[in-house]
């Protein structure tokens, strides 16, 4: 998966390597090549319009930094924006407070549930819980079966309707089982539920049933990565007719061109928690989306180059964002971007901050952020329209909310987030009235 992708981005990346300096030519030209690039991997087209919109006006932006070549730079920017699309933060799974936890998996027949649910236990399992799995797909035949033989190569109990019990109620054997769960000190129940070749009416009625009768800590919606363009669709429909908290991406080792990957977060907000990856039950693991992104852009060694190449934070790099942070309140959030992934990057914020001019005055903001806080504020700024990103005064209540999904947090989150940036460009423009730095910042003073 994802061959050609890889290839013929590493072809744009090829190509503007022998360049020293990056034409506005060079870079529509490198644009339309991604663009070709994604729609032909199958990547849903509102998806590539925002991720090739959001790579230009970052290449074309304030971003340039000095210690990178054109490719790089574009390599770079490619790569933070896949991670962005990818969900950017690794999303984990949710354990109830008061066990069991119920994890109800939904999606098409052939999406890969079943074979799922044995994965998902195996996993679970080697970490010590004590999953069980439950039958309420009736519908398939040899389902039950099915999920029994998964649920015995990974080694945990099926909840399943004795054979001519007679019981055909999926709903009534899905609740049953988290009495039975509780009674046999079950960690962890995972629900298979019947899918339907197509989306159909009284699959999501029944998936619908279920969910209410379990009252589930996690939906998963499991997608076929194969099945290109429709994942998107299939998604929305799932998402309207049943609700999920995360999607599973499964058949990411079949040949298919991988688009529903690239697609399925952005549209429908919610994050890619883990991908299956063949037959085996061990062909599974948690989505990192950071790692999924070095792996379509198959260049992991020069992605390391490039941070460790950031990272000599060069005089004249300094020099540039003084005059932007003293300056005439041209700081704008792509910048308060810009500087905190510096910062982060760079280790130990204690130990940085001297290095960065400007930056000891906000300390004090610095401190309580952690990496989830940092990654948060990149997906939320990265949600952010470019105009929304210029001039954060736009950002009304119902963009508050587009952007809150967009980037999967809360209002609270993006409120927080403008709120500092208001705060620290306020801060900056005192120290540059007080210390008297002009539109020249401290390099002329
Ligand atoms: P369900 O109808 O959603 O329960 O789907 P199944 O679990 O029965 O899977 C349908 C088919 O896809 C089976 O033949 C599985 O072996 C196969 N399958 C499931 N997951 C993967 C995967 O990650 N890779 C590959 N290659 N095949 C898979």
């Known amino acids: 998966m994802f061959d050609t992708l890889s290839d013929r ?17 060079d870079l529509d030209k490198s644009m339309r090549e991604i ?29 340039v930094h000095q210690a990178l070549n054109p490719a790089q730079q574009i390599i770079k920017i490619v790569n933070e924006e896949l991670i962005g699309i990818l969900g950017g933060e690794t999303r984990r799974l949710r354990f109830a ?76 054997v899905a609740r049953d089982s988290i009495e039975f769960a509780k009674r046999q000190q079950h960690d962890i129940v995972v629900v298979d539920t019947a899918g339907r070749l197509g989306i159909d009416a009284d699959m999501m009625a029944q998936a619908a049933a279920i969910r209410d009768a379990v009252n589930p800590d996690e939906i998963l919606f499991v997608v076929d990565a194969m099945i290109g363009q429709d994942a998107v669709t299939t998604a929305q429909a799932f998402k309207d007719g049943v609700g ?6 499964t058949k990411l080792d079949g040949d298919a061109r991988g688009g529903a990957a690239l697609s399925v977060r952005h549209i429908t907000g919610e994050p890619i928690m883990f991908a299956s990856s063949g037959e085996k039950l061990e062909d599974f693991d948690v989505f990192h989306p950071d790692r999924m992104a070095s792996r379509i852009l198959g260049m ?34 792509d910048d308060f971007l810009e500087q905190m992934l510096a910062v982060k990057k760079m280790g130990p914020i204690q130990n940085v901050l001297g290095m960065l001019p400007g930056m000891n005055q906000m300390k004090g903001q610095l401190d309580q952020l952690d990496d989830k806080h940092f990654d948060r504020i990149t997906a939320v700024i990265r949600s952010m329209t470019p105009l929304e990103r210029q001039d954060p005064k736009l950002i009304n209540g119902s963009r508050r909310l587009r952007i809150a999904n967009g980037s999967g947090t809360t209002v609270t989150d993006v409120n927080q987030l403008v709120e500092r940036f208001f705060e620290a460009r306020k801060m900056m423009r005192q120290m540059s009235s007080r210390f008297g730095f002009g539109g020249g910042g401290m390099r002329r003073s």
Not at 244 to 249: A, K, P, R, S, T
């Open 97 to 172: 407070k008061n066990p069991p936890t119920v994890i109800l998996l939904a999606g098409l027949q052939g999406a890969g549930k079943t074979t799922l649910a044995g994965k998902l236990a195996l996993w679970l399992r080697k970490q010590g819980h004590t999953p069980m799995l439950v039958a309420a797909d009736l519908q398939r035949p040899n389902a039950v079966q099915q999920l029994q033989v998964v649920g015995q190569r990974a080694g945990v109990e099926v909840f399943a309707p004795e054979p001519g019990s007679g019981v055909g109620d999926p709903v009534k």
């Open 35 to 63: 663009r070709v690039a994604l729609l032909e991997a199958d990547v849903a087209l509102t998806v590539v319009k925002a991720f090739t919109q959001s790579v230009k006006n970052r290449a074309r932006g304030s971003e």
């Open 300 to 333: 992991g060694d020069m992605l390391t180059l490039i941070e460790q190449a950031e990272t000599v934070f060069d005089a004249e790099q300094q020099a540039r964002m003084t005059d932007k942070m003293l300056g005439e309140g041209d700081f704008t959030l």
């Open 244 to 249: 999920f908290d995360g999607v599973v991406l």
């Open 9 to 25: 981005l590493s072809a744009v990346f090829t190509s503007l390597r022998s360049k020293g300096r990056l034409t506005d030519a």
